[in-house]
Structures are given as structure tokens and as C-alpha cells.
């Protein structure tokens, strides 16, 4: 089971030097230095955490930090998260699906939540897709053997309406 702590000012270190372990094999594999988050500096981290839409969750199991997710408000009540992220140490043990659902619940006024992902990564791909996120249709090749794929979430029908 895991818990999400809203983080602050003071947490962009550890959010970062998590984020760097996370992505590291991302980004040996694709060397995308450009638009990687392993290759961000700190600045970057801290200058979102200032930002008035967003916010940075850390992720903890049993008490200890094992990843963090960022969160950004977008115009009519639409959602993004990126990054979010899990150490290595503690992927594959359904923690990631559990904190996107905890981020979902967190924010219960969101109509659409969107994300991005690499489309070669299908392990990332199937877990966003079981989560309920769809393909939107946009790709964007960053370079050859690199997709950036784009999934939206709609919220669920309110009860009262017709479900088929």
C-alpha cells in the first residue's frame, strides 16, 4: 500500500536524485538528454515546484520514498501528470497503478487527465492503457527508435446516466 505526500520546496533534492536513479536506464537506452527527466538539473524541479499549477507528490511504501509524480492544472479542469516515477528497486510490484489511482483520487474535480509516455516502452503503454487511458492519436518522433505517444482519461459517466 502506498501513501502520497505532498512535497515542497525542501523535497526537490530527493525528488530529483529519485527522479535521475528512476529514469537512468531510460535514458541510457535512448541518450535523449534533450526531454529525458534522468537528464533534468535541479533547477528545473524547482523552478515547476514554484509554479502556482502545480504540484509534486512523493510516493512512500512502508514509510520510505520510492518514487514521485508532478502534477500540473490545466485549463478546464483537465489534468497532467509528468513525470511520475518509481525507483527501480520497487517497479513491478503495482505501485505505480496504485499511486496514478491515488493521484486520480486526490483530484476528484478533474474531468481528463493526460500524460505521455514512450510508445517503444510497452510496459509503460499497458500500464497506462489498463488504468483506462486512451491513445489520443498524437505521436511525436524525438528521433529514430523514440515516440512520444499521448493518452488522455476522461472521467467516468456520474451515476444516474445510462452505462452500456
Not at 535541479?42 to 502534477?71: C, H, P
Not at 487527465?113 to 509503460?124: F, G, P, S, V, Y
Amino acid at each position: 500500500m502506498i501513501e502520497l505526500k505532498k512535497a515542497g520546496p525542501r523535497d526537490c533534492g530527493a525528488i530529483h536524485a529519485m527522479q535521475a536513479e528512476a529514469f537512468a536506464e531510460l535514458l541510457k537506452k535512448y541518450r535523449d538528454t534533450a526531454t529525458s527527466p534522468g537528464a533534468e538539473p535541479l533547477e528545473r524541479i524547482e523552478s515547476r515546484m514554484a509554479q502556482d499549477a502545480t504540484d509534486y507528490y512523493l510516493i512512500l511504501a512502508e514509510g520510505r520514498q520510492i518514487g514521485a509524480a508532478r502534477v500540473q492544472r490545466l485549463p478546464e479542469n483537465v489534468y497532467r501528470v509528468s513525470p511520475v516515477f518509481i525507483l527501480p528497486a520497487f517497479q513491478g510490484k503495482g505501485y505505480a497503478q496504485e499511486a496514478m489511482l491515488a493521484l486520480e483520487a486526490l483530484h476528484p474535480q478533474a474531468e481528463a487527465w493526460r500524460l505521455d509516455t514512450i510508445r517503444e516502452e510497452a510496459k509503460l503503454c499497458h500500464l497506462y492503457e489498463k488504468l483506462g487511458y486512451r491513445r489520443t492519436g498524437r505521436e511525436e518522433v524525438l528521433q529514430p527508435g523514440m515516440t512520444i505517444v499521448y493518452y488522455r482519461k476522461q472521467k467516468r459517466a456520474e451515476s444516474g446516466e445510462k452505462h452500456e
